[in-house]
């Protein structure tokens, strides 16, 4: 495995008119991991994952993919927005809408070909919506919505992901289909950070967490990081049954 | 805009004659009809992609805030020594595009700032440029023909007017000189005004000159008589060549960025993280919408022009769910809705005999002088038009059609009330009060329904063999028992709620 971090971030700070997002952020991500990213709301989840695709201005800090500046490594990054963030009345399929994941690949210009159908194809049938192709998007539930967005993800054949709330009001097979997801993902050596809220899944469906609040409150192994004590830094012990949480997940 | 001209010249005569061009052109009604055919196409192909993004009322303030960027453009080439200022000039475009997307960044500026809300930030922007620029039109350009009247309505009846010419043959200038066969020679007072005196006074001298002598163009040569055959010329409305670049151009644009533009309109942050630049895409876009709206005011004037830009799209959306199809139908139907509309200002609607006769009936009864004359603005005409379609496609379209989804509620309602009476034969069927619940004669009282409704519903379940009657008492088919099984079924499992109420 490479010895290069995945996602290296040094010193953070994106601030909207003057009111800090995120603070002094310094966060490594080695390669091949399942990251989660866990805070309350407000607490610079997405901002982070925003700002380490470079899509909003840095205060001041560095974001380094791969050893790269992130324009650099485009190529190696994939990124799932919050299904929210689109307007599903868009007048277009499915398999366009994953196909979208290969533009950045196929660069200006150039239009999707025979080669970047096949692709689409397969990605559709990996995450079980083949049936779904020439959908129209805005007939989709919202698991398929996800599901195609993951698909998207997919055909961008990157080494680092992040998505963000994937998992945010899915039904159970959609969550089974992106779980299943993650772990081929991270078989096949990727690394996906995901900006998480449910609490409860975070020791099972991820190996590293990222405890935040503005600032980093905790960062590693989810087995040494996600602590009582940890959630409650982070939640600011406004979350009900933590100790329950997490002595359940934790033996 | 003259080489194009030109070389279009060129094309069209190779299809047609002269003599049968120049009769096109210099027709009012003729270029009235190109020009709005091209007003239409062009602006449809920006249009859908501002209707995508929910920026159809940031249409309206470009195509009034680019007027600012004319005047100002225009007044600078006044000042500015060396350079000719007039309403041609290609740098009154560049000023109108920078305007346009000066709107749209001041708009998100004040957005941002959140002093006001979403759409107020426009209805801030858009008269205050709008207010300079009427200011500086009436205080410092007297006179140049550039009023706001013209500016705000158009007049797509005139664009013939303003035309170029474009010289073919015997086009050679004439140079006179006093040795030329064709000189005239004529005599005048040198010392007349001098000594003011008369030519007829005796004191007066006299000295020979050329009377005509000079350069003459070829029609000029030709007015004067110098030469003896007409310079072969055709006229070329300015309107017609502008509308037709810009008309090229968004297409161009809109083909080879067809991919960038629609990832950028779906899903920005993707496009962006991506390395493909939606808001640099997003600028060229409203440039094209700036030049766009610059080249239509002449013809259709900076309060209609909108609906150029967003009626043909939103009634292609009504129609198709494909962004490739919108693209093809909204231009199309936008060409369609300014060839009709144009014959409606002339009182034709659609080819419709009666309109012409409801036109006199309504001039008879209500005295309306001059009605019947139905000689409207054109450009009024082709958004009524325009509107009609799109009344049309909401009727008829076959997505979210109001027939369709009439017909579909009427289907629906029916269904249920069939599944409700077979519902009620298999329940009392083969029961002791079988003969009285479902005698044919008193199944109405049961129900609840008309007799009426009752033996409609009754029909439609004989025809597909549902029902079949035994000694005036009701009894299900196999068929029928089939398909209240299949609607039990779903009913069990949440699926068919009584949706047909």
Not at chain 2, 62 to 85: K, M, N, Q
Not at chain 2, 158 to 178: F, G, K, M, N, Y
Not at chain 2, 251 to 265: M, R
Not at chain 2, 311 to 318: D, F, G, R, V
Request: charge should be negative; glycine fraction near 8%.
């Amino acid at each position: 495995m490479n010895q290069t971090p995945a996602l290296h971030i040094e010193d953070l700070t994106v601030a909207f008119d003057s009111r800090p997002a995120l603070w002094d952020v310094d966060l490594v991500v080695p390669e091949g991991v399942l990251m989660a990213v866990v805070g309350p709301n407000g607490a610079g989840k997405t901002t982070l994952v925003r700002a380490a695709l470079d899509l909003i201005p840095r205060a001041a800090g560095s974001v380094r993919i791969f050893g790269e500046s992130v324009a650099r490594a485009r190529g190696l990054t994939g990124y799932v927005p919050q299904r929210s963030s689109v307007d599903w009345d868009f007048p277009t399929t499915v398999q366009d809408v994953v196909m979208m994941g290969l533009y950045g690949r196929l660069g200006w210009l150039r239009r999707p070909g025979a080669a970047e159908r096949l692709r689409t194809r397969q990605a559709l049938e990996q995450i079980g919506i083949a049936d779904l192709a020439t959908r129209q998007i805005s007939q989709l539930s919202g698991g398929q919505q996800q599901r195609t967005f993951l698909a998207r993800a997919l055909v961008q054949d990157a080494r680092v992901y992040f998505m963000d709330e994937p998992f945010a009001a899915v039904d159970a097979i959609t969550e089974r289909a992106i779980v299943t997801l993650l772990q081929e993902l991270r078989a096949r050596g990727r690394t996906v950070v995901v900006v998480h809220h449910d609490l409860q899944s975070v020791p099972d469906y991820f190996d590293q967490v990222t405890l935040l609040n503005v600032e980093v409150i905790a960062s590693g192994p989810t087995a040494e990081v996600y602590s009582e004590d940890n959630l409650r830094r982070t939640f600011g012990g406004r979350v009900a049954g933590i100790a329950r949480l997490t002595e359940e997940a934790l033996p | 805009m003259a080489i194009l001209e030109a070389l279009l010249i060129d094309l069209t005569l190779r299809v047609t004659d002269l003599q049968r061009l120049n009769a096109i052109l210099g027709d009012p009604q003729t270029s009235a009809l190109i020009t709005g055919a091209l007003v239409a196409f062009a602006a449809a192909l920006p249009g859908t992609f501002l209707l995508l993004r929910k920026l159809a009322m940031t249409t309206d303030a470009i195509s009034h805030t680019v007027l600012l960027g004319i005047v100002l453009a225009f007044l600078l080439l006044a000042a500015l020594p060396g350079l000719e200022a007039d309403l041609n000039s290609p740098w009154l475009i560049l000023g109108a595009a920078l305007a346009g997307v000066a709107t749209v960044l001041l708009t998100g500026a004040i957005q941002r700032s959140g002093l006001v809300k979403e759409d107020a930030a426009l209805g801030l922007v858009f008269p205050l440029l709008f207010a300079i620029a009427i200011i500086l039109i009436s205080r410092l350009t007297d006179d140049v023909h550039l009023d706001s009247d013209a500016v705000i309505l158009g007049e797509i009846g005139v664009v013939w007017a303003d035309a170029r010419s474009h010289c073919l043959q015997d086009c050679d200038e004439v140079h006179i000189t006093p040795d030329d066969p064709r000189a005239e020679t004529g005599r005048r007072c040198t010392n007349c005004a001098e000594l003011d005196i008369g030519p007829r006074d005796p004191a007066a001298e006299f000295e020979e000159y050329c009377v005509n002598c000079g350069r003459y163009t070829a029609a000029e040569a030709w007015r004067a008589r110098l030469v003896s055959r007409a310079p072969t010329q055709v006229f070329w409305p300015r309107a017609i060549t502008s509308m037709l670049l810009v008309a090229l151009l968004n297409l161009a644009f809109i083909l080879l960025f067809y991919k960038e533009l629609k990832l950028g309109t779906f899903d920005p942050a993707l496009a962006a993280a991506l390395g493909l630049r939606p808001a640099l895409l997003n600028t060229a876009l409203m440039v094209l919408v700036s030049i766009t709206a610059v080249a239509a005011f002449d013809a259709v004037g900076s309060v209609l022009v909108v609906a150029f830009f967003i009626i043909p799209p939103a009634t292609a959306w009504l129609l198709s769910d494909r962004l490739a199809h919108i693209l093809l139908l909204a231009p199309l139907g936008g060409v369609l809705a300014s060839l009709t509309g144009y014959e409606f200002s002339r009182g034709n609607l659609l080819g419709i005999a009666q309109m012409r006769d409801l036109l006199l009936l309504l001039d008879k009864t209500i005295g309306l002088d001059g009605f019947i004359e139905w000689n409207t603005s054109i450009s009024a005409a082709i958004v009524l038009m325009m509107f009609l379609f799109f009344l049309l496609a909401w009727v008829f379209s076959p997505r979210q059609g109001l027939l369709l989804s009439l017909l579909q509620h009427r289907a629906r309602r029916q269904h249920f009330a069939e599944q409700l009476l077979l519902g009620h034969v298999h329940h009392h069927q083969g029961t002791a009060e079988a003969a009285s619940e479902l005698a044919q004669d008193r199944l109405h009282l049961h129900l609840g329904w008309t007799p009426r409704r009752t033996q409609r519903v009754l029909m439609r379940l004989r025809l597909r063999d549902l029902v079949a009657s035994e000694d005036g008492a009701l009894q299900l088919t196999a068929r029928g028992e089939r398909s209240v099984r299949r609607f039990m079924a779903l009913r069990g499992a949440g699926g068919a709620s009584p949706a047909g109420d």
